[in-house]
């Protein structure tokens, strides 16, 4: 019997939340001030504006670890949430969060850009935490509630959740890729995984691709078939009876918050900001932007070689355009995060070196967290923006620099390995390996004919603008409530199988 079969269920507890989220951190960021006295800001992000509002509504409490390690603290309110801290030691916060989620799961999940490590250690810490935050779920929901996990940090917590708690209906989303199983086939825990997953009610996922991949794997390793997105499962319980619930999996591709940004992209001192930032630069005919944490499944390597072969080539100099990348500190302490900051900073240094004057640079590198405000009057000066992932869940930077382009000009540069290319259709898509092909990319977005411009950005503003992240939550929570109301044996179809023997 394995260490989640032993779960035994929790007391409804007498004071709980109808609406519970889950996730590896709280939607709050704790700054301290010159005193040494701390105070928590709300976190930004889209995820945590479309739940805001939920969590006001409907009561809600959220579920996280707060960031610090060796810290335990009391359930505190801040802003319209109730936050419940799980804690989490140095050693945990080493082989569960920097190990086990982001040097195996995260390169695992994103085509083994980076190879991932397989460490029976690291996987022992990632099933503890994943129980410490089920259980912590199963003591915080009321009776009845609905319990959201999010993404691949806790992979487990659905099962786990569902022996402690029978009553509650659970949904995971998963923000990254599913990787196709002959990748996934690689992790040594991998039918644990997706046991832990088909604990939930209803499954999202970013691409209609990764729902298939998911359902291919859970075909493969637990044996079950998926018919029209739903299948059947069933264990026993610990009085030695059977329970059975359906398990639903498709796509619902996340995005952002839209009335926030374009709030500040009409505010008067964000477009004096945008203004100035193209004058500090020496008013350069041409802006190209990239922002994103620096991490290796970004593709800033490959754009910053396209760039500088450009100017190497000619066709752009120091003096009409100029590349601002933002990269922002990301799991530093993660050998492959430290690696590609040397590389990449190598190769800005060399870049700049190079081309550089008194009067211009090439390559202005940021390694620097920026407000959001800040973010946005970026958007607004930049005239190309380059999305240069080798594989991205989704990439909502994409989709706030649409929404930030309130006079339909700019042009997105957006790799076709993003899941927001499968929405962006106008976008110059490009395939981040072939650096010709992004060279002659960028070149393109660069000379884009005004009218055709706005056409494709008019195009791509449509899109985003009706699909925000307020209606990607409540499309998942109202699915995830109709499900849930589902008897099981109407929701699974006739080819679904219910549990059975792994082909291990
Ligand atoms: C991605 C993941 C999130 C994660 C974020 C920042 O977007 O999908 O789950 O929170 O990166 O990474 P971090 O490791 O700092 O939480």
């Known amino acids: 019997m394995s260490a989640e079969q032993s779960l035994e269920e929790v007391a409804v507890p007498q004071e709980g939340y109808d609406f519970v989220v889950v996730s590896n951190r709280l939607p709050v960021?704790?700054?301290?001030?010159?005193?040494?006295?701390?105070?928590?800001?709300?976190?930004?992000?889209?995820?945590?504006?479309?739940l805001a509002p939920v969590m006001a509504q409907r009561d809600g409490a959220w579920v996280g670890w707060h960031g610090a390690p060796d810290e335990s603290l009391e359930p505190f309110d801040h802003d319209v949430f109730h936050l419940v801290p799980v804690s989490l030691s140095e050693t945990e916060v080493k082989r569960y969060?920097?190990?086990?989620?982001?040097?195996t799961l995260w390169p695992l999940y994103h085509d083994v850009i980076a190879s991932p490590e397989f460490h029976r250690t690291w996987w022992y810490a990632y099933r503890r935490v994943n129980e410490r935050f089920a259980r912590t779920a199963a003591e915080t929901a009321a009776e009845g509630a609905t319990v959201w996990v999010q993404d691949y940090q806790l992979q487990l917590v659905p099962r786990m959740l569902r022996r402690l708690r029978p009553d509650v209906t659970i949904g995971f989303f998963n923000h990254i890729p599913f990787p196709p199983t002959e990748i996934f086939?690689?992790?040594?825990?991998?039918?644990?995984?997706?046991?832990?997953?088909?604990?939930?009610?209803?499954?999202?996922?970013q691409r209609p691709g990764d729902a298939q991949n998911f359902q291919r794997c859970v075909r493969r390793y637990l044996g079950v078939q998926f018919t029209k997105g739903a299948a059947q499962f069933s264990e026993s319980t610990a009085e030695g009876g059977q329970t059975t619930w359906t398990?639903?999996?498709?796509?619902?591709?996340?995005?952002?918050?839209?009335?926030?940004?374009?709030?500040?992209?009409?505010?008067?001192?964000?477009?004096?900001?945008?203004?100035?930032?193209?004058?500090?630069?020496?008013?350069?005919?041409?802006?190209?932007?990239?922002?994103?944490?620096?991490?290796?499944?970004?593709?800033?390597?490959?754009?910053?070689?396209?760039?500088?072969?450009?100017?190497?080539?000619?066709?752009?100099?120091?003096?009409?355009?100029?590349?601002?990348?933002?990269?922002?500190?990301?799991?530093?302490?993660?050998?492959?995060?430290?690696?590609?900051?040397?590389?990449?900073?190598?190769?800005?240094?060399r870049i700049n070196g190079q081309y550089d004057t008194i009067s211009h640079t090439a390559i202005r590198y940021l390694h620097h967290g920026y407000p959001f405000e800040e973010m946005v009057a970026?958007?607004?000066?930049?005239?190309?923006?380059?999305?240069?992932?080798?594989?991205?869940?989704?990439?909502?930077?994409?989709?706030?620099?649409?929404?930030?382009?309130?006079?339909?000009?700019?042009?997105?540069?957006?790799s076709e390995f993003t899941g927001a290319a499968e929405q962006l259709k106008q976008a110059v898509l490009v395939n981040p390996h072939d650096i010709d092909g992004l060279k002659d990319a960028m070149?393109?977005?660069?000379?884009?004919?005004?009218?055709?411009?706005?056409?494709r950005m008019a195009s791509m503003r449509r899109q985003v603008l009706t699909h925000d992240v307020v209606d990607w939550s409540q499309r998942f929570l109202?699915?995830?409530?109709?499900?849930?109301?589902?008897?099981?044996?109407?929701?699974?179809g006739p080819g679904a199988a219910a549990d059975g023997p792994g082909h291990e």
Do not use: C
């Not at 969060?97 to 040097?103: I, L, T, V």
């Not at 884009?448 to 056409?455: G, I």
């Not at 109202?478 to 109301?485: E, G, T």
């Open 247 to 349: 398990v639903n999996a498709g796509s619902y591709p996340i995005s952002i918050d839209v009335d926030s940004i374009k709030e500040l992209a009409d505010d008067p001192s964000v477009r004096a900001r945008a203004r100035e930032i193209r004058e500090e630069l020496g008013n350069p005919e041409t802006i190209f932007l990239g922002v994103d944490r620096l991490d290796y499944t970004k593709g800033i390597r490959h754009r910053i070689k396209a760039y500088g072969e450009l100017l190497h080539d000619g066709r752009l100099t120091v003096e009409d355009s100029v590349l601002i990348q933002v990269a922002s500190p990301s799991r530093e302490r993660v050998d492959s995060y430290r690696h590609l900051r040397e590389l990449v900073e190598g190769m800005v240094g």
């Open 443 to 455: 070149m393109y977005a660069r000379d884009m004919p005004a009218t055709e411009a706005r056409k």
């Open 478 to 492: 109202d699915d995830l409530a109709a499900h849930a109301r589902t008897a099981p044996d109407d929701a699974a």
């Open 97 to 103: 969060y920097e190990g086990f989620s982001n040097a």
């Open 29 to 50: 960021d704790r700054d301290v001030d010159e005193n040494g006295s701390s105070s928590w800001r709300r976190s930004p992000g889209g995820l945590v504006s479309a």
């Open 378 to 414: 970026l958007y607004l000066a930049a005239d190309v923006m380059l999305v240069t992932a080798l594989r991205d869940g989704m990439n909502l930077v994409a989709k706030e620099y649409v929404a930030a382009r309130r006079d339909r000009s700019g042009a997105l540069v957006l």
């Open 185 to 205: 086939s690689q992790l040594p825990w991998r039918r644990a995984v997706l046991e832990g997953l088909t604990g939930a009610d209803l499954i999202g996922f």
